[in-house]
């Protein structure tokens, strides 16, 4: 192990100035496998070993020499890895969370050795939105309320769901599966008045009752359907969260941001604006502008930028994250969404002005990190 990668793991056995040994596992071919492996060779070094997610689920595991620094890379946009995790053959599938959640934690589990730049106990947090939550609240990181934090309050359906609403007093609520990403299976629901429902999802419901994800976000009027959606949801796990009311940017679009925190400091934000509920940018979402969104929040930006570092310091074993941010109404607010073990995709975006990223896009950024050692000590202010 490197000096430089003792940075990350906080010891050292190698001699000053020695090049990390790196290594992905990741899918071979993956635009987020290539970026990566481009930021290492432009920063001078040897070009990353790759261990395929795949050989890795067929073979039982993967072992790493003491002197190797292990990144690993998201096991998504692959059908075999895929189909093995979730067990469906079809990716457009909701269903399989929680299958994908047991199998791809137990197959981190099997990787032994090395420097970890992704910690196995971290990664199971931060992929059940329910533990995700509990942590960032119990360390004082602003979230929307929500009782179903920690997974104490089981939710096996939609009469769950309308309980809870009425109990806690939460009109408007987002509906998401535990496990869950990129807004899959993702239930934005509401209260109409005289006892109506409606909701704005992405989900469709097929002839045969599974559920496929749409590119195309709709909105539900009937009650019963939007009971359907959920209680065939359910057995994958469910988390409740209030609808946090965005703040929204020029036209009327509402908005939130994905911030990269790298090494404990906030590197990368983008702006994400939507006439829906969801902002993902696959889902119709656009990306907005950042200056105006900084010039919105005024003094205040600082300390959003510091809310996702603190979202970020409740998983020290995990070098990279993409923290999703939530401005209230006014910008005067924050809170914490989500914290996202592979949230730093955003292709040719640099770093913040005054964040030692200038200039690097989000992997450039994780490489820098490793090689510097005043990188951690480093924060905004």
């Known amino acids: 192990m490197s000096e430089e990668a003792a940075v990350i793991a906080g010891r050292c056995s190698r001699p000053p100035g020695t090049a990390p040994r790196l290594v992905v596992v990741g899918n071979p071919g993956n635009r987020r496998v290539g970026l990566f492996d481009r930021a290492v060779r432009e920063a001078g070094l040897p070009a990353p070993r790759v261990v395929p997610w795949a050989a890795v689920l067929r073979d039982g595991g993967a072992s790493f020499a003491a002197d190797e620094v292990v990144r690993l890379e998201s096991p998504g946009e692959d059908e075999e890895v895929d189909r093995a995790l979730r067990g469906l053959a079809d990716p457009t599938r909701v269903e399989g969370g929680a299958r994908w959640y047991a199998r791809f934690t137990a197959a981190v589990r099997t990787l032994t050795g090395g420097v970890r730049l992704d910690d196995p106990g971290e990664l199971a947090v931060l992929f059940d939105k329910r533990l995700c939550h509990r942590a960032l609240d119990e360390a004082g990181v602003p979230v929307p309320r929500s009782p179903t934090s920690g997974g104490g ?117 983008v702006v994400r604006t939507s006439h829906s509920p969801m902002t993902n940018l696959h889902l119709g979402g656009r990306r907005g502008d950042l200056a105006a969104a900084v010039e919105a929040a005024g003094p205040r930006w600082a300390e959003a930028l510091r809310t996702c570092e603190r979202a970020a310091a409740c998983f020290p074993g995990t070098l990279c994250v993409g923290v999703d941010l939530l401005p209230a109404v006014g910008w005067g607010r924050f809170a914490v969404a989500e914290v996202n073990a592979f949230g730093d995709l955003l292709p040719g975006l640099t770093g913040l002005p005054g964040s030692g990223a200038e200039g690097l896009d989000t992997y450039a950024a994780q490489v820098a990190a490793l090689r510097d050692p005043r990188w951690r000590r480093r924060r905004h202010h």
Not at 175 to 203: C, D, F, N, W, Y
């Open 153 to 269: 309050t089981p939710v096996r359906g939609w009469d769950d769901v309308r309980a809870l609403m009425r109990a806690h007093g939460m009109p408007r609520v987002f509906v998401k599966p535990a496990h869950g990403s990129s807004a899959s299976g993702v239930l934005a629901v509401e209260s109409a008045g005289r006892g109506r429902i409606r909701a704005t999802t992405s989900v469709e419901a097929a002839a045969d009752g599974r559920l496929h994800n749409s590119l195309r976000v709709r909105r539900v009027t009937g009650e019963r359907e939007i009971a359907a959606l959920v209680d065939a949801l359910a057995p994958d796990g469910l988390h409740v969260e209030r609808w946090w009311p965005k703040a929204s940017l020029g036209d009327g679009r509402a908005a939130d941001l994905r911030v990269v925190v790298v090494g404990g400091r906030a590197t990368h934000a």
